[in-house]
Each structure stands twice: as structure tokens, then as C-alpha cells.
């Protein structure tokens, strides 16, 4: 992905992201974003599938989407010309900024970060990133807001 071109969000998504959020509080909510490519190197998102937060650890700092889940989204975009493009999580009482840890999972590198924050069960701002060629960082993407 060309890190300066906006994520494309439509704002129904980005509605039932935060939702799924203030819904898992205190824990993390987690999930995919699926969508297209666009011609300039952008993504833009055409839908998403929830996932249980099924981290094995403290579900509070951390996520891990169902493999089901992962499996039944790429069965249903088999032949639609979408992929899975990202995944979203949310932070609670803590801001939508990539932890030391998010960084240690990006195991998928193409995957884009949706960060939600969720302060006393309402959820906040939303952020969006990428992580860096070299694996070392998150780059902050612009979300712009679809149909």
C-alpha cells in the first residue's frame, strides 16, 4: 500500500467498528476489514467480519481474531475481486496508537491497523495504520470517510 493514500472507510463500517468496541469493553474487540486495492495504491474497505477476541492472555491488552472467522471471511470473498485488507482492535482506556506489542504481532506486514479507542466503555477517535517496509514501525494513514 502507498502509506501517503487514504484508507477509504465507509462510515457504516467505521460505525460498527466502534460499536463492536464499546461491546468488548473492557476487553479488546477485534475483527478483519476486507476490500479492494484502488488504482493508486489506496485500499478501500467494503465491509468487515467481527471475530471473538480469542487471546489467551489478558484480553484487556491484547487480541487475537478467531481463525474461523479469518477462514469464513476469505471463503465468502473467494471470486468477488475483495481480500482482506486489515484487521481492527480496540484499546481500552488507552489511546488508538499501535502498542510495542501490535508491532510485535504484525505478522501480516500488507495489513492495515484500524485502532479504536475506548474510554469507560464509549468509544473514541479511530486511527488508521500501516506498518513500515522495514517492519520497524506503524505509519499513521489518513481514514477517509466512504458512503
Known amino acids: 500500500m502507498n502509506k ?3 484508507l477509504v472507510v465507509p462510515r457504516a463500517v467505521l460505525a460498527a467498528v466502534e460499536r463492536a ?6 476487553e479488546e474487540a477485534c475483527g478483519l476489514l476486507a476490500g479492494r486495492r ?14 471473538a477476541n480469542v487471546a489467551t492472555t489478558d484480553r484487556r ?7 474461523a472467522a479469518r477462514f469464513a471471511l476469505m471463503r465468502e470473498l473467494e471470486g468477488t475481486g475483495a481480500e482482506i485488507v486489515g484487521h481492527y482492535h480496540s484499546h481500552p482506556d488507552h489511546p488508538p496508537e499501535p ?3 501490535d508491532l510485535e504481532h504484525a505478522y501480516e506486514p500488507e495489513l492495515v491497523w ?8 464509549k468509544a473514541g477517535s479511530t486511527r488508521a495504520f500501516a506498518v513500515a ?15
Open 4 to 6: 501517503s493514500s487514504a
Open 21 to 26: 468496541a464499546e461491546a468488548a469493553y473492557p
Open 38 to 51: 484502488d488504482g493508486s495504491g489506496g485500499l478501500v474497505v467494503t465491509g468487515f467480519r467481527g471475530s
Open 61 to 67: 491488552e491484547t487480541f487475537e481474531v478467531d481463525p
Open 99 to 101: 502498542s510495542a506489542q
Open 114 to 121: 484500524l485502532i479504536t479507542t475506548v474510554a469507560e466503555g
Open 133 to 147: 517496509a522495514d517492519g520497524s514501525c506503524f505509519i499513521a494513514l489518513e481514514i477517509a470517510l466512504g458512503p
